[in-house]
């Protein structure tokens, strides 16, 4: 999927068993890499979500979901329980908030804030 610049590259495969306590027999996961509008671009950036939730909403909740690449967002380092962690940068931008705001929406969590960077 492309519109501007900007992309959305779903690949779904088999769960491989990546648990010895419980077999994920019939789980998939998904992953979305994304490139995203950059800070300033409103319009695109409302578009760009606006497919991504679309993208997002087609996945079985059951299964896993992770969506990576290049958000073009500052998320800061305000927690949000299960959302944000503490370790992300000290700032937050336009695109930061729109992505805090997409995560808290569908539970998602935002990795590279919950671990402390070299």
Do not use: W
């Not at 695109?95 to 671990?115: C, M, P, Q, V, Y």
Request: contains cysteine.
């Amino acid at each position: 999927m492309e519109f501007s610049n900007h992309k959305l590259l779903i690949c779904q495969r088999p769960h491989n068993n990546c648990s010895t306590e419980k077999p994920t027999e019939g789980r998939h996961i998904t992953v979305i890499g994304v490139y995203a509008p950059e800070e300033g671009t409103e319009e695109e950036t409302r578009r760009f979500y606006k497919q991504l939730q679309t993208e997002v909403d087609k996945y079985n909740k059951s299964d896993s979901l992770m969506t990576s690449g290049d958000l073009n967002a500052r998320v800061g380092n305000q927690p949000t329980p299960n959302v944000v962690g503490t370790f992300g940068e000290d700032y937050v931008n336009r695109n930061g908030r729109t992505l805090r705001e997409f995560a808290s929406f569908n539970d998602f969590k935002i990795g590279n804030t919950f671990f402390r960077k070299k």
